[in-house]
């Protein structure tokens, strides 16, 4: 059995900035065994730390742009941005995994496209629940159906 | 109800952090603007709740500081209620309080700034980064990250690591302290001394090496203002406003709930956010500073012996006076953080800590209530008024990245001027303008963190306002 965490993650309270929750809570409630699910508002150093002891990581993240309804792809370990954002992409997370404890984890990211992220507020848009519906009923088969670690 | 604000999508998104730098007919730069893109419109958000909902929601503006957001707003529930907390609920509050101050700023000094200086302003920008650190230290690198992780699992052992259930509420906190999770965290004492130890003589070591950069970068003076207790001591979770002047003198000393007789904004026209200034000197010339160095400087003391070892080493940098320069930010920092340690050490050590006593209850007996608390990046404020049911009928926020905005305006303009020339901004001189904010670690993340932003974006315009180079960076 594969162990396989899934880091959701976004601003709750923040429109379509949800969306990484949402599917990430969707999938805790599935009960799947060897998925840990964690809700965090952004990525940060710390979450090297937590990809010990699995498989392989998802990161669940909402879209700016890119393809609708979502979009599934593996990730290479790389440098995370630059700036003070207080924030590193799911790439560096691998990356820091592998350069500082030695933790080299298959890493996926899911980009469910959101559109609405200027409004406060904790509903989704029409077209963002679409895909969210979406991007649960894809996860939800490739957690049940395969390995995701032997990807 | 939910009420919906919208706001400008560009500015937000795709200007995460902007700064215009403005150049005089003789080509050197005469002023530059860090532009910050805060949401006033959360406060509008947030009327027709109840206020006892506030300190749930209020962690939702930032994801950096939600508990410092969550405490100011149990603060000022607490004042709607006219009700003190009870003596364990203070000590517990103090708690999480100390914990998020040392991860946020071990996360600033090891990860986000540390880079900067350790690999060299002018290293390959591919490798000035956490990973560039981690590459050339691994062991400091790690260091760091177990520190802020200590930081972190003082309020996840009090909550059960819900990240979004912060357990602050009205008259106190929600969640007990298990005498498990109070020994698990007094063994990580002894590691997170050593490392922030170990931080502070890093960091010296660079300044007196360095000290002609160091004293010369992002270089002016100003008022600074912190949370004191009733010695003078910092106090990062209540206490009285104290504001000082350059030279170290006090100049006003008051409850928080009077803020707003000694705090003005103002409105500019090149960001959402207000420029606040200190009242009786103006706004010309009433800016002040807040956070790391303003705390340091405002105080008369630490109240724990080994911060209180390296405060007096600090301020004897200037005679015992406030010291000045914003790259004085990161000393200051790094006392902060060895006197959170030590304060959540000795909070553990309080035998009242594990009382289930942990909430006053109460109802509404004020129709007004002031929260203030000292978040990693200063003081900030939570003012409500509530109507007869308890629902909200306005509410202010004051943040401490907008009390920085003049400073960091000021301290752009510095480093602008001395590394900024020509047509072109260089690689070192976006280097060094991108570390004189690093300075005060604002929060920008104020804002959502979709996949696609960019973090940051230079401009450099002519004397007659035409664009002469543009760096989008990220």
Known sequence: ?151 | MTTKITINPVTRIEGHAKITIHTGGDGKVEKAFFHVNEFRGFEKFCEGRLYTEMPTITPRICGICPTSHSMASAKACDAIQRMQPTPTGVLLRRLVQAGQMVSSHALSFFHLSSPDFLLGFDSDPAKRNVLGLAEKDPALAVKGIRLRKFGQEVSERLTGKKIHVLGVVPGGMAYALKEEDRVALLDWIPEAVATSKAALELLKGYISANKKMVDSFAMFQSPYMGTVGPDGELDFYDGELRWVDAEGQVMTQVPGSRFQEFIAERSMDFTYLKYPYYKPLGFEKGFYQVGTLGRINAASRMSTPMAQKEFTEFRSLNGGKPVHGAFYHHYARLIEMLHAVEEVQRLLEDPAITSKDIQSKGQRNAYEGIGHTEAPRGTLFHHYRVDETGALTKVNLLIATGQNNPAMNQAVTEVAKQYVDGKKVSEGALNRVEHAIRCYDPCLSCSTHALGQMPMDVELFGPDGESLDHVIKG
């Open chain 1, 1 to 151: 059995m594969a162990r396989i965490l899934l880091i959701g993650y976004g601003n709750p309270g923040r429109g379509d900035d949800a969306l990484g929750w949402a599917v990430a809570e969707a999938m805790d409630k599935l009960g799947l065994p060897g998925l840990e699910v964690k809700l965090d508002y952004q990525l940060n150093v710390e979450h090297a730390f937590d990809l010990k002891g699995h498989d392989a990581v998802i990161f669940v993240d909402a879209a700016l742009a890119g393809p609708e309804s979502f979009e599934f792809r593996p990730l290479t370990p790389s440098d995370p941005a630059t700036f003070s954002s207080h924030s590193v992409s799911p790439s560096g997370v691998l990356a820091l995994a592998r350069d500082l404890f030695g933790v080299v984890v298959p890493g996926f990211v899911l980009a469910v496209r959101g559109y609405e992220f200027d409004e406060f507020g904790a509903e989704l848009s029409p077209a963002a629940r679409r895909n969210l519906e979406a991007a649960t009923a894809f996860l939800k088969q490739e957690l049940t159906r395969r390995s995701l670690a032997a990807v």
